[in-house]
């Protein structure tokens, strides 16, 4: 029987392996850290009042801005003696704004936008917000791009979308404003123009559209985009680690074909992970750089949860199949997982529906949002609080099965002392270098959950306007997902069949060590065709030794 690798590669080899690895994730962490920027930046835009002086009010080619040729006229709302009426209003946001003087643009390499809205609504004894309300917003986003004239702005996407208000106030004085809620109000999966320009009116077509949202002053515009910086290291890992993992894949399955044996169910699933890895790595985010490509989050989102339930299921089939289990007729397939794989099958439909019901629908209009309505609040918070419940009760699971390998492996190392040295000493060594790998499997999955949960929460932070102090750095993000690459890595050349036999040698020195290796060799008749290595058979079959 050959084993794999991790049974037969000499001891001075995996030190040269591990330590390589080792430094492998130092490396991601510290490029995360001292390379990458922060994930994401936000820029906070106060919105310019414009008075529309024009007949026709829901002109489509007319646009108001407040920089550049033809930029509207600016009035100030807390003047009350102004005539205006309220299709008269029009909250102007040029994005992104200028710094220090100069004027920015967007870049590709940002992948993404969101704006999330606030107002400033002054108390009045004559105009008294409820603490919910509805108010109706006319959005109008445009762009242009670099070479444009300052005035050719196109129409981008248009809707009228309603929102809930909840707002309070400290004390009811004219000189405060009400505390409101923040409102979500776009998502944009790609940024393929240079300078976007977003205007809001509050229309008042019937008698209680907007009636009860009080005397609004300002609005506020909070635009959320990753960082540049962070995108170019993190499509950096990517290039680098996908030719990685896809020769290091091909060499692990040419290896399983040369044996004379179908592959067994874990080869076939650190298989699948294999490839749901190649998947992830994929740096699909290049062609973004080059086409307008909306649908990037949501494909993005897909890819990420095709792995995690390809690398969850691994987890549950890897633990089973090194416990102890009587009936091993079942074990060359997932009948004896079912259960196990059904639970993180539901997780996993749960979260792509969900983001089905969000980014899905945003492909098509994207001032859409599953958090403005009550409903549609709390069944987002549900998925993910149940997903945050789920992936916490699985790691505990998940411990629990390493807990009884390791259980079942020191059962067994109690008939090692029976075996004659060559074997004794062959499965010692090989359970020694199991448990580091359980460990190391232990670590990856604590990090993975936490990072799960933590992305969960920063996702959507903006949208249930929770002030939630959580900082994400750079560093976090890139050493987990190197851990992920690093991890699988190590599985598949250390999980790879093996080729090396035991030397045959007719010298007279060896003939004891040649007599132990056939009373350890097992019979034609006892080898399992089912079994990935030594040691799984070792854990499985009966002492009898």
């Not at 179908?262 to 749901?276: D, N, R």
């Not at 059904?342 to 019901?357: P, Q, R, T």
């Not at 959507?460 to 690459?485: C, H, I, P, R």
Request: charged share 20%; aromatic share 12%.
């Amino acid at each position: 029987m050959t084993g794999t690798i991790i049974e037969n590669l000499s001891g001075r080899k995996i030190a040269v392996l591990v330590s390589f690895l080792f430094l492998c994730q130092i490396a991601c962490f510290l490029i995360g850290g001292l390379v990458a920027p922060v994930p994401a930046n936000a820029q906070i835009i106060l919105g310019t009042v414009c008075k529309d002086t024009t007949t026709m009010k829901n002109d489509t080619t007319k646009w108001f801005y407040n920089r550049g040729k033809g930029k509207c006229e600016v009035i100030d709302l807390r003047d009350l003696h102004q005539d205006l009426s309220e299709t008269d209003i029009v909250f102007a946001f040029q994005m992104p704004t200028p710094r220090n003087g100069e004027t920015l643009d967007y870049s590709r390499w940002q992948q993404n936008l969101i704006g999330v809205l606030q107002t400033d609504i002054r108390y009045n004894s004559m105009m008294v917000v409820k603490p919910r309300s509805v108010i109706t917003i006319d959005a109008r986003l445009a762009y242009r791009n670099k070479g444009d004239p300052e005035d050719a702005w196109k129409l981008y996407t248009q809707s009228v979308e309603k929102r809930n208000l909840d707002c309070d106030v400290n004390l009811q004085t004219e000189e405060y404003l009400y505390n409101c809620s923040a409102i979500p109000l776009f998502e944009l999966g790609s940024l393929h123009h240079d300078y976007y320009l977003l205007n809001i009116r509050l229309p008042v077509d019937t008698p209680d559209m907007n009636a009860n949202i009080g005397h609004i002053e300002d609005m506020w515009l909070t635009v959320i985009n990753q960082n540049g910086g962070f995108t170019k290291v993190w499509l950096s890992l990517k290039t680098v680690f996908f030719p990685c993992i896809v020769c290091i894949l091909i060499w692990f399955w040419r290896r399983i074909h040369l044996l004379q044996r179908k592959p067994v169910l874990l080869e076939k699933m650190l298989l699948s992970l294999g490839i749901a890895l190649c998947f992830l790595n994929m740096p699909l985010e290049y062609l973004s750089l080059i086409f307008d490509l909306p649908f990037m989050l949501l494909l993005g989102d897909i890819r990420q949860g095709v792995f995690y339930a390809m690398l969850f299921s691994f987890w549950l089939v890897f633990a089973g199949e090194h416990m102890l289990i009587q009936d091993t007729s079942a074990l060359s397939s997932l009948n004896q997982y079912w259960r196990h794989l059904s639970a993180v099958a539901m997780g996993c439909i749960s979260l792509f529906i969900f983001d089905m019901c969000e980014r899905g629908v945003q492909l098509r209009n994207p001032f859409y949002s599953i958090w403005v309505t009550d409903m549609g609040t709390n069944m987002a918070l549900t998925f993910i609080i149940l997903a945050g419940i789920c992936t916490g009760i699985y790691f505990l699971f998940l411990c629990y099965m390493i807990w009884q390998v390791f259980k079942n492996i020191s059962t067994k190392r109690q008939s090692l002392p029976t075996m004659c040295s060559v074997r004794r000493l062959h499965y010692e060594g090989t359970i020694y270098r199991f448990k580091f790998l359980m460990l190391a499997t232990l670590l990856c999955a604590a990090m993975t959950v936490i990072g799960f949960i933590l992305g969960q929460v920063a996702e959507g932070q903006w949208k249930w306007d929770e002030n939630l102090e959580l900082e994400y750095t750079s560093a976090f993000f890139t050493g987990v997902y190197g851990m992920w690459n690093v991890y699988i890595f190590a599985l598949l050349v250390l999980y790879a069949p093996s080729h090396k036999r035991w030397p045959v040698n007719e010298n007279t020195s060896d003939t004891q060590n040649l007599r132990e290796e056939m009373e350890f060799s097992p019979l034609p008749s006892e080898r399992s065709t089912s079994e990935i290595s030594s040691l799984t058979s070792f854990i499985r079959k009966a002492t009898i030794d």
